[in-house]
């Protein structure tokens, strides 16, 4: 059919033409905006699962519904290698220009924001962690400048969050990849969350990370699980597929036969990113409306090989040659035959022969290789901070992209 039409979009955080299966966290978040705009007691949210699952198109999704209620709204990605302050602080800047005032009380904050920058882009700083506002306001004396990340991040939450309640709207902060964020960030951010929420001030966070991200948060402070709302994101079960497929086609005056449609949800598992990757080589693919079984057949082949190398591949070359071999053990030890399946598992996405684990011991790697475990310690912690595994639990290890063993027992 002719790909000018193709309406799916398999792109990093790119949103879907119809986003299904996230109406109930869509639904629940229009009731936080207004509980919180209102005064009433509410946690911040935080979105957790595997890579795929569409975390960062619900963040952004949520993020519209915000500025659709007149919030002041900014938004941040975390990194490994970078500390908190500056895009922190460009993130506030737009939530609080998006609140539309200005002159007296907007200055004053705009200039505790500029303050709280600048701490760490003196002259000593590297050349990408200096910062240009774009604040003519005069940076704040005393206030959000200490030094001392949870002193000046609270000072600089309560600030803001006042000029929003006397704005009568509210600010949101969103923030993506959050299990990055450093454990000096963390812990200021649960302490920061913990005094809004106390002084009932309309500023909530919404993040979004891998499933560690609550074991991250535990490990900083104690308190942070009675903090957050978690909102565990995963594959779309086969109604939601089915919509996420065919209402786009639907546009575009295309069917999808109901062979098809099952056909699909068992190659893509109903993970989000594999199913806008799948649905737009079989749409390329099909000669003519309703898209068949047959079709799904055909262009399977075009998908995989292409998750094979931007999906899948990019993240296997990020490895060393230990990583990859403590990877494709990781592989072997999550892989298991149906008869010994535990009971329970869920086989609608794969084959009847094939089923992988969530997590593998640790211990069951060590074994596979023939070594200690404590030798293969670097090659697990560099794989760890590296994003491709994550540990929800001690002694226990997972991929964080689904179908990740698959790939390796295919093609490494």
Request: aromatic share 6%; with cysteine.
């Amino acid at each position: 059919m002719d790909p000018i039409r193709n309406p799916y979009a398999p792109g990093a955080g790119q949103r879907p033409p119809e986003l299904a299966g996230r109406d109930e966290q869509l639904t629940a978040f229009d009731v936080v905006l207004e509980r919180v705009q209102r005064g009433r007691p509410e946690r911040s949210l935080l979105l957790i699962g595997l890579r795929g699952v569409g975390k960062t198109v619900l963040l952004n999704a949520l993020r519209s519904a915000a500025v659709r209620a007149g919030w002041g709204t900014g938004k941040l990605e975390a990194r490994p290698d970078q500390r908190l302050r500056r895009p922190l602080a460009s993130a506030l800047h737009q939530a609080v220009r998006e609140l539309g005032q200005s002159g007296g009380r907007h200055d004053d904050v705009l200039g505790v924001i500029r303050a709280f920058a600048e701490r760490d882009s003196g002259a000593g700083a590297k050349l990408r962690e200096k910062w240009n506002p774009g604040i003519t306001a005069t940076a704040a004396k005393g206030r959000a400048d200490s030094g001392d990340i949870e002193i000046d991040l609270l000072e600089l939450l309560t600030d803001v969050g006042g000029y929003a309640a006397d704005t009568g709207r509210g600010i949101a902060l969103f923030i993506d990849e959050m299990q990055d964020l450093g454990p000096e960030d963390v812990s200021a951010l649960c302490a920061a969350c913990h005094e809004m929420g106390q002084a009932g001030l309309p500023v909530i966070v919404v993040g979004a990370g891998l499933p560690h991200l609550p074991a991250v948060l535990s490990a900083s402070k104690s308190y942070s699980e009675r903090l957050f709302r978690y909102a565990r994101i995963d594959r779309l079960d086969s109604v939601a597929m089915e919509l996420a497929l065919s209402a786009p086609a639907e546009e575009e005056d295309t069917e999808w036969s109901p062979e098809a449609l099952s056909a699909m949800y068992a190659v893509t598992g109903g993970y989000p990113y594999f199913v806008q990757a799948y649905g737009k080589a079989v749409w390329d693919r099909a000669p003519r409306s309703p898209i068949t079984a047959e079709d799904v057949t055909v262009g399977a082949p075009e998908a995989e090989a292409e998750l094979a190398v931007g999906f899948f591949g990019s993240r296997y070359e990020r490895a060393t040659p230990a990583e990859r071999e403590y990877l494709r053990a990781m592989a072997e030890a999550s892989y298991l035959r149906s008869e010994g399946a535990p009971d329970g598992a869920d086989t609608a996405y794969t084959s009847v022969l094939e089923i992988e684990l969530d997590s593998v011991p640790t211990a069951e790697v060590a074994r596979i290789l023939g070594k200690k475990p404590q030798s293969l310690s670097p090659a697990r912690d560099a794989l760890l901070k590296k994003g491709l595994i994550y540990s929800a639990e001690r002694g226990q290890i997972a991929f964080t992209v689904p179908h990740f063993g698959r790939y390796l027992r295919d093609h490494a």
